[in-house]
C-alpha cells in the first residue's frame, strides 16, 4: 500500500515543528491560523496548498525547501533518527 505524500509532509511538518521548540498553538499564532488547522495539517488530513507552506516555513522560520527536502527524505525511507538537521543547502 502506498502512503499518500501528505502524509510525508505531515510527518516533516511536525518533525521540524518539534526541532525548533514550538508548539502547534505558538505556530498557530505566529501565522494566524487555528490551532485545529495546525493539528489536521500534522496529522495528514490536509493537503496545505503553496501558501500555507510559506506561510508554515515563515513561522517555523525555516526556508519552505527545507520542509520539502524533509519529506522527500521521508519518502524515500529515511528514519527521522537519521536524518541530519538542519539541511545544508
Known sequence: MLTPPETYFAQAL???RV?????P???????DMAPSEISRLEH???RPR???MKRLAKGLE????????L?????KGVRADDLRWP???
Do not use: F, K, N
Not at 19 to 23: I, R
Not at 25 to 31: H, Q, R, S, V
Not at 62 to 69: G, I, L, R, S
Open 50 to 52: 503553496y501558501d500555507t
Open 25 to 31: 498553538e505558538a505556530l498557530a499564532l505566529a501565522i
Open 87 to 89: 539541511p545544508s543547502g
Open 71 to 75: 519529506a522527500e527524505q521521508l519518502e
Open 62 to 69: 525555516v526556508p519552505c525547501w527545507q520542509m520539502v527536502w
Open 19 to 23: 526541532e525548533t521548540e514550538m508548539t
Open 14 to 16: 511536525r518533525y521540524i
Open 44 to 46: 495528514g488530513y490536509r
